[in-house]
């Protein structure tokens, strides 16, 4: 794995120590399993199957994963935060061998460090329990292809072999499913791909008209 210098180290150290800063000021404002609701999406909040859940399949350096990540899955749960809910499983078009003595490799779209960024986004997803702070931390990580293996209950993941078994994990979701993905990232909504194109420009609004056929409006959705 590469090793980062002094300065490397300390920068990243830094990005980490702001997404904790930010994290925990969140939480003095609001009850971890009792988030406040938004007026506007009062009435709607865990009624008739909500929130939507948007299952992300996508690789650690995927240009398109980085761009889907930043500029629509952030905007669009920053509108409806309380009626979605992220599933993160970064494999993409990787594949998983299994050596006879048990052991597991990888080979990835994009080379062996994207093996291990995957895996240490494997490990940050199963670290960071909280929808908003794990969203942060991946947009953090892939926008600027941050490697936060100094980290270190989340190094300790990498290091071991917790770390391969998640993504092995996040490659079996990857190919169960039904259309095999074509394309990454691959996205569903409540376990449907529906539009992908549509998904991948706008997912809000196609979030909002899942929410519709629901019967449910809320007042973000209305202007679309």
């Not at 093996?115 to 329990?129: L, T």
């Not at 991946?138 to 290091?159: G, H, L, R």
């Amino acid at each position: 794995m590469k090793r980062f210098s002094g300065q490397a180290r300390f920068k990243i150290i830094a990005v980490v120590s702001i997404l904790l800063i930010f994290y925990y000021a969140y939480r003095s404002f609001t009850d971890y399993n009792n988030r406040l609701i938004h007026e506007d999406q009062l009435e709607f909040a865990r009624t008739k199957g909500t929130p939507i859940i948007v299952a992300v399949y996508y690789e650690a350096l995927c240009p398109d994963s980085k761009n889907f990540i930043v500029k629509q899955l952030k905007s669009a749960y920053s509108k409806l935060p309380n009626l979605i809910e992220i599933e993160f499983f970064p494999y993409g078009k990787a594949s998983t061998n299994v050596q006879p003595d048990g052991s597991l490799s990888f080979q990835c779209q994009h080379g062996a460090r994207e093996c291990e960024g995957n895996i240490i986004h494997c490990c940050a997803v199963e670290s960071i329990h909280d929808t908003e702070m794990r969203l942060n931390f991946v947009a953090c990580m892939i926008q600027f292809a941050i490697d936060v293996s100094t980290v270190e209950t989340i190094q300790k993941c990498y290091n071991s072999l917790h770390g391969k078994e998640l993504l092995k994990i996040a490659g079996e979701a990857t190919h169960n499913l039904n259309p095999s993905v074509s394309f990454i990232p691959t996205i569903t909504l409540d376990g449907q791909q529906r539009r992908q194109a549509t998904i991948l420009r706008d997912l809000f609004s196609e979030i909002c008209a899942v929410l519709a056929e629901s019967g449910l409006t809320p007042k973000a959705c209305e202007s679309i």
